[in-house]
């Protein structure tokens, strides 16, 4: 591995503390290295604050060293005004001479002329190291550029014999398959992403709350389908922990194309990635759309004589985990 694969991997592992707090912004990583040692490292900040470049270039002591420096960064420094100034100004100010970048930005607002920026102000730039890495874990981002869409994780738990809920049951809440430590990491997963969205009869049957309780973090945007606006502000849904989307006939015609229709109310929304949970008839249609990046399917240890049936679907299986007791298999659409 080159120097600078060394520290592009570096960027990537410091870029992930971002995971779920950058949103609509990518989870960039930049270090910044001199004479063989890194002198600064910084991640982007929480939606407003300062970008990753900013946070590195900040937490050098000797402001002297930059002028003999590297930078390195996982995406394209930016060149335009968003929520703060662009990166590659301050990058041309404070007269660093090498940029080194994993991936080009797709963003059209970037999209080459940051790199074309440092290029004019006589930075020497090197462009595609671990670009494939790069771009995989930039995935939300990328994903909500160029398809214009969020990045769509499916997740659902099923039994052994394949049912997602019994038939009847006497409470309106959840009958769990999976044990507390599933559980717990799903909520950590909500946390990592921007919004969570189900469909009116899991609102129905089991009055979730959708929020982070066993973990640590944000509460995901809450997204509720309700084809005729019928729920009632008295479910757990609508209290306000976290903020609530409902899809209803008002924004969508519901007689056709009814995932993608709700995937460009997400994009008009700045969601760049959401965990669809349910129920099956929700997971279905997006499955059936062919919208849907990642399914992450658990599998617990009870039986259900007569249910509904989990999702059919087809993918490619990536890994297998056991969560004491549960199995966890995560797909990949390919």
Not at 105 to 110: A, K, P, R
Not at 144 to 164: M, Q, S, V
Not at 191 to 216: K, Y
Not at 310 to 319: D, H, N, V, W
Request: hydrophobic share 35%; net charge neutral; glycine share 6%.
């Amino acid at each position: 591995m080159s120097n600078h694969e060394i520290y592009i991997k570096r960027c990537i592992e410091i870029a992930k503390n971002g995971l779920g707090k950058t949103s609509p912004n990518p989870m960039v990583g930049a270090v910044i290295v001199c004479n063989n040692s890194i002198i600064g490292e910084g991640f982007t900040s929480a939606y407003g604050g300062n970008h990753a470049e900013v946070n590195a270039i900040n937490s050098v002591t000797d402001k002297e060293l930059l002028k003999e420096a590297t930078l390195y960064v996982t995406l394209e420094p930016c060149s335009h005004f968003g929520k703060t100034p662009p990166c590659s100004d301050l990058i041309i100010k404070n007269e660093i001479p090498n940029v080194v970048i994993g991936c080009v930005d797709d963003n059209e607002q970037v999209a080459g002329k940051g790199i074309k920026k440092l290029i004019e102000a006589r930075i020497k730039v090197t462009v595609g190291i671990l670009e494939n890495e790069c771009k995989q874990h930039h995935k939300r981002f990328f994903t909500f550029h160029n398809k214009k869409r969020p990045y769509i994780i499916l997740k659902w738990a099923e039994t052994d014999n394949g049912f997602i809920a019994p038939e009847t049951k006497n409470e309106q809440k959840p009958v769990w398959i999976t044990n507390k430590y599933s559980r717990q990491l799903v909520h950590k997963w909500r946390t990592e992403e921007q919004a969570i969205l189900v469909g009116t009869n899991t609102v129905l049957q089991d009055n979730p709350s959708l929020t982070v309780r066993d973990w640590t973090g944000k509460n995901p945007t809450r997204i509720v389908i309700d084809e005729n606006n019928t729920l009632s502000k008295g479910f757990n849904i609508f209290n306000d922990e976290a903020e609530t989307i409902v899809i209803s006939n008002k924004n969508i015609d519901f007689s056709k194309n009814i995932a993608q229709q709700i995937c460009n109310v997400l994009f008009k929304n700045d969601i760049n990635s959401i965990i669809i949970e349910g129920g099956a008839k929700t997971l279905q249609t997006f499955i059936n759309a062919n919208l849907w990046e990642e399914a992450r399917v658990f599998t617990g240890n009870l039986n259900f004589k007569n249910g509904t049936k989990a999702p059919s679907f087809r993918g490619k299986m990536i890994l297998e985990e056991n969560i004491n007791g549960n199995i966890l298999k995560t797909y990949l659409n390919d």
